[in-house]
């Protein structure tokens, strides 16, 4: 019998309240498939919203997208993976947990020089962000307006789009400003009246010709639109519901938006080399024990962490 491990599910639909570790008895991976025992789980908005009420999940839902860890055991026909190997994966099924199976192809390694912690923060908004900044053509003659970028994908947009050579405007408030500074970005403060004030950044910095929006404001996309000239290189990963009426780009899952699958598949090694060397930095801002899930959700749900959350199983 296989050793007995800890999950953590939302026993009903509801609040961070409903969250319950239980003991589980972990599945043996099947063909293709790899067992990883975890030792750290990225905390991302859509565990939470997935137990949220209305969400139409059947509790008990297992929760955990993206894990850090390494490979205890291998199901039949995986050929790249070896148990000892250090891995990071997403998207996973039940990641809050000691041990998580998931299929093969959602693995890369983790490099020697790449933290744990770090890397179980870095996939989930990672691929999203490369994914907007390939879909939108970023290039070193581009000035990108990043919209949301004191959050996991803005931050890494502003930061991949830096890496390409673009010049990279950001709104976020105004405690996020050095940080964006400090990736390359100028920043410019959300909220009423940012039309004039990113125009006003556009006579030091050029005239704005990609926007990406991980924001998902009537403010983001009404400021994107009357920005950019070419509609094709503006991007949401969450205003799905406007994008086919003002004609962008709609990334992600839902409402017809592109997923983007062949992209995100190839981000996921480039991006932990990117993390790797430091050219990409994954902000975490806390730690949790795997049994303080709640706790984590509470923050995460109030949306002050200033960075990633990461439960630690160890």
């Known amino acids: 019998m296989a050793d007995v491990g800890r999950e953590v599910v939302a026993s009903a639909l509801g609040g961070p309240e409903v969250l319950r570790v239980r003991e589980v008895e972990p599945r043996a991976p099947g063909p293709g498939e790899v067992q990883i025992r ?3 789980a990225g905390v991302n908005p859509w565990d939470w919203k997935s137990y949220a009420p209305g969400a139409g999940a059947r509790p008990p839902v297992r929760l955990g997208l993206e894990v850090a860890g390494v490979v205890q055991a291998v199901g039949p026909g995986v050929r790249w993976y070896s148990p000892g190997d250090e891995v990071v994966a997403w998207p996973v099924t039940g990641g809050y947990a000691d041990v998580v199976t998931a299929p093969h192809q959602v693995l890369v390694r983790r490099p020697e020089r790449l933290d744990v912690v770090q890397a179980a923060g870095l996939l989930a908004a990672g691929v999203a962000a490369a994914h907007a900044v390939e879909a939108t053509g970023v290039g070193d003659d581009d000035v990108v307006l990043v919209h949301g970028a004191a959050g996991g994908v803005g931050r890494a947009a502003v930061q991949l789009a830096v890496l390409r050579g673009a010049r990279v405007v950001a709104t976020a408030s105004g405690g996020w400003h050095d940080c964006l500074r400090r990736f390359g970005a100028e920043p410019v403060t959300y909220g009423p009246g940012l039309l004039d004030r990113v125009r006003e950044v556009e006579g030091r910095v050029g005239r704005v010709s990609v ?14 639109v009357t920005l950019v000239a070419d509609r094709s290189r503006i991007a949401t990963l969450v205003a799905l519901d406007r994008a086919a009426d ?3 780009l709609a990334l992600g899952h839902g409402a017809g938006a592109d997923p983007g699958t062949d992209v995100r598949d190839a981000a996921r090694s480039q991006l932990a080399a990117l993390a790797a060397d430091g050219s990409l930095d994954v902000l975490v801002s806390g730690t949790y024990p795997l049994e303080e899930a709640a706790a984590a ?5 109030e949306g002050h962490a200033g960075g990633k959350l990461v439960l630690l199983t160890r």
């Open 38 to 40: 975890v030792h750290a």
């Open 211 to 224: 926007a990406i929006d991980a924001a998902g404001s009537p403010e983001a996309l009404d400021t994107s």
């Open 246 to 248: 003002l004609g962008v």
């Open 297 to 301: 959700h509470v923050r995460s749900r």
